[in-house]
Each structure stands twice: as structure tokens, then as C-alpha cells.
Nanobody, 128 residues
Framework: VQLQASGGGLVQTGGSLTLSCSAAESLRYYTIAWFRQAPGKEREGISCISGDGDAAYYSDSVKGRFTTSRDNAKNIVNLHMGNLRPDDTAVYYC???????????????????????WGQGTLVTVSS
């Protein structure tokens, strides 16, 4: 599965942005996670959503500000980011468990090795 992340850009502190992760084929059987990597930092898992969309989990760093959703009919998963802060500045990646099924949990959202297909990343810059 080839994932395409899009929607990044420049936004002011307190603003909102929605990222999208899309594919040419069905994503309905895959847990989709969002990771981000800030300059000089390790890649951090911030959310995951189950294949049917019934379960979603968030890292403490984004909980209450970010929401992930999916439209399996359109093969797209969105990450709605609100109340953005300068420390949200990072390259954001979407990833899918295309080789081994993974339950979306508060633990698996942060396990890079659980996800085998990755989008190319989209840059989000939050200005102060």
C-alpha cells in the first residue's frame, strides 16, 4: 500500500490544520497511525485509528487538541489538529500495519515497528 500524506503548511499559534493520508487502494483493513518528527528529535507516535474507525488513541502531547477520523469509502484518514503550538512543528507521517495486523491501542500508537507502510511526510510549521 502506498500512502500519501498531505495538508501540511504554515499556521499561527492557536490555529488549526487538517492532514490527510490517502491511498489508491482500500485502507479499511488497516490500523492507521500518525507519527511526527521534529528537528533533532526522534519520531513520535501521536495517534492511531482502527480499521473500522471505532477505536482511536492519542499521545498525551496531542490529546484534546487532535482528532483522527477516516472515510473508508474514500480511502482516506484525516488528522484534525487544533490549538496548534510551536512545539507541534514537525514532519508528520501516516503509517499502516500492512504486513501484520495491529490493534490500535495507547501502546501500539507509538511503536514504529508495528507499521510497515509509510507516507512520505508533510511538514507542519507553527509560528509563534
Amino acid at each position: 500500500v502506498q500512502l500519501q500524506a498531505s495538508g501540511g503548511g504554515l499556521v499561527q499559534t492557536g490555529g488549526s490544520l487538517t492532514l490527510s493520508c490517502s491511498a489508491a487502494e482500500s485502507l479499511r483493513y488497516y490500523t492507521i497511525a500518525w507519527f511526527r518528527q521534529a528537528p533533532g528529535k526522534e519520531r513520535e507516535g501521536i495517534s492511531c485509528i482502527s480499521g473500522d474507525g471505532d477505536a482511536a488513541y492519542y499521545s498525551d502531547s496531542v490529546k484534546g487538541r487532535f482528532t483522527t477520523s477516516r472515510d473508508n469509502a474514500k480511502n482516506i484518514v484525516n488528522l484534525h489538529m487544533g490549538n496548534l503550538r510551536p512545539d507541534d512543528t514537525a514532519v508528520y507521517y501516516c503509517a499502516a500495519d500492512t504486513q501484520r495486523p495491529v490493534w490500535c491501542t495507547s501502546i501500539t500508537l507509538g511503536l514504529r515497528g508495528s507499521y510497515q507502510s509509510w507516507g512520505q511526510g508533510t511538514l507542519v510549521t507553527v509560528s509563534s
